[in-house]
C-alpha cells in the first residue's frame, strides 16, 4: 500500500545489566538485546495511532435513477479446446495483517467468515508490522540477532500462529516485506531511498526474516516479495537495477530455505514494465521466481501489456496482481470509511474482473479485515470485514466480492467473450474446475441495462437455467431468481449499481443456491 510513516520513537526494553549505549530518555539501548517491541500494541485492541480515525463520511443521498434501460449484448464461448480457452488461473487471495491473529475473537471467525466462503488460494502477508530494528541503533549496529530479536518479542507472540494456520489450511503463503530498516536509507525514514552501500545489508534482513519464519516458526512460505513498492510507494525506494542486484543476491538465500521470489511489485503495472527486463534477463533471478507481481488499482490495458510481455519471456511464469483495491472514496488508509459502500463494491469489484480478462494468473485483494498498520497511525479501513472494535462486521463489498472470489478457483478458466454496448457494463465468464459455467455482470450505471445473451459452444443446451445472485441497494449475494435460456439464448435485466452472478443450479459454492 502507498502512504507515509509515523514518526514516534521505538522505544526499547532489556535487561539492565547489560551496557547501555544509547541515551533517549524512552529508549533502553544495548548492545546485545534482547529488542522488545513496543512501538505498538496488538490484541482486540490494537494501538496507539495518531491522529484519531477520522469520522465515517457516508453518501446518504442516492442519485436518481433513470427511466430507460441501456441495451446491450454478451456472448460467451463455452468451447473447450484450447483455442478457445485460456489456460488455468491460480485462484484469488487476501492481504492480511497478521497480528490480526492476537484477537481470539478473530480467531473464532476466521473460518467461517474468511476460509470457508471465499477459499482463497493465497494469502499475502508481511513479515512485521514494521521493519523488525530498533529505530536508535545505527546501521552497523544492526543485523540477524536484532532482527530476531524484536520479532520473537512479545506483540508478535502470536503472529506466527497465523502463518501455520494458513498452512493447515493449504494457503499458498507470499511475503510482504514493507521497507527495510530507515537506517539504510538516504533520509532516514522507511520510504527513502536505498542507499547501494546497503543493498547487501537490505538482503541479509530480507533473509533473515524468511529463515526466522522457515526454521523458527516452521512456517512452508511459497515466495517472498524482492520489496514491496520500489518505485516510490510504501517502502525503501529501489531503482530497477538495484532490486535486480538484491534479487540475485537474496535468491540463493532463500531458496536454501525452500523460498522463492516475486516481484517487481511496483505499485503498477506500467512501472512493473521498467523493473522487469533486468530481472528476467539474469537467469539466476528468472529461475527462481514463483510469479511476477505487482500492484494495480484500477483497470489499466497496462495490465493486459504485461502480461503479454512475461508470456513472450516466459510462457510458464504466472503474473499475479498482488494489490487491488480503490482509492476513490476516500482516505481509508488514515482510518477514513469509504464514502460510498456501494460504490466501492461496484469499483473493485470492476477491477478484479478487468485484471483477470487481462490475463493474470490471480489477484489479491488488500485487505481483507480492518487492523492496525502502524507505518499508517490508523486503523485503516480497507477490509471487507470490520476490526475488533466493530465486531468484524460484515460491510457491503463482502457480499460483492464473494459472489466473484468464490468461483475464482485454482483450476477455473477464463472464456472467451464479446460484449457490445452498455460501456458501464463490466463483465466476465469463467468455466470452474468442475466444467460449469460462471458469468459475473457489473452494471456500474445508474440506469437499468436490458442484457441479451448468448452462449455458444457445443454444450450450450446443457444449462437451460441459470441461479442469479445479486447485491445492490437492498440486497446481499441473494438468490433472486433465474433465467431461462432456449437454445442458449436469454435476456435479464441488471438493476442499476448492481453486481449479478449467473451460475447453473446446485454449484453454488456457499451450498444452497435455492431463489
Known sequence: MMGCVGGRAFAMLTAASLLVIGSSPDVAQVAEGPWQETRFRTGCDPGPFEPPAPPEHLQTAYPPLGTVATPAALRVDLATDSASETHPILGAGFNFEHGLWSCPEFRGLFRTEILDPFKPSIARIDTGLLPAAPADLPAAALGPSVYVSVLSSAPYAESWRFFRRLNRAGVKIVLGVWGGPAQFTDDG????????????????????????????????????????????????????????????????????????????????????????????????????????????????????????????????????????????????????????????????????????????????????????????????????????????????????????????????????????????????????????????LINQDFSPTDLSLTLTGPDQGAYPDLVVTRTSRGHLGEALGWVRLHAGDGSLTLPPRSITTLFPAGTAPQGDDSP
Open 189 to 440: 525514514t522507511r520510504l527513502g531511498v536505498l542507499k547501494p552501500a546497503h543493498y547487501d545489508d537490505y538482503v541479509e534482513y530480507v533473509a533473515t526474516l524468511v529463515d526466522f519464519l522457515v526454521h523458527q516458526q516452521n512456517v512452508q512460505i511459497w515466495a517472498t516479495t524482492i520489496a514491496n513498492e520500489p518505485d516510490g510507494g510504501d517502502g525503501n525506494q529501489i531503482p530497477p537495477a538495484g532490486l535486480a542486484y538484491i534479487a540475485a543476491q537474496l535468491a540463493p538465500r532463500i531458496a536454501a530455505d525452500g523460498v522463492k521470489l516475486y516481484g517487481p511489485d511496483t505499485a503498477n503495472a506500467a512501472d512493473a514494465l521498467l523493473y522487469l527486463p533486468p530481472l528476467l534477463d539474469d537467469p539466476v533471478v528468472a529461475g527462481n521466481l514463483a510469479f511476477v507481481g505487482f500492484h494495480q488499482y484500477y483497470a489499466s490495458p497496462d495490465v493486459g501489456t504485461l502480461v503479454n510481455f512475461v508470456r513472450a519471456r516466459r510462457p510458464d511464469l504466472p503474473v499475479v496482481a498482488t494489490e487491488y483495491t480503490s482509492f476513490g472514496f476516500g482516505d481509508l488508509d488514515a482510518g477514513q470509511e469509504a464514502n460510498a459502500q456501494i460504490g466501492f463494491a461496484l469499483d473493485i469489484a470492476s477491477t478484479v474482473l478487468a485484471h483477470y480478462r487481462s490475463g493474470v494468473d490471480a489477484a489479491i485483494y488488500w485487505d481483507a479485515v480492518d487492523y492496525l498498520q502502524p507505518g499508517h497511525d490508523a486503523i485503516t479501513k480497507w477490509g471487507l470485514l470490520r476490526g475488533p472494535a466493530d465486531n468484524f462486521q460484515r460491510r457491503l463489498r463482502y457480499y460483492g466480492l464473494l459472489q466473484i472470489l468464490a468461483y475464482l478457483q485454482p483450476g477455473s478458466r477464463v472464456l472467451n467473450q464479446r460484449q457490445e454496448g452498455a460501456s458501464a457494463l463490466q463483465s466476465l465468464a469463467i468455466r470452474t474446475p468442475d466444467g460449469v459455467p460462471v458469468i459475473f
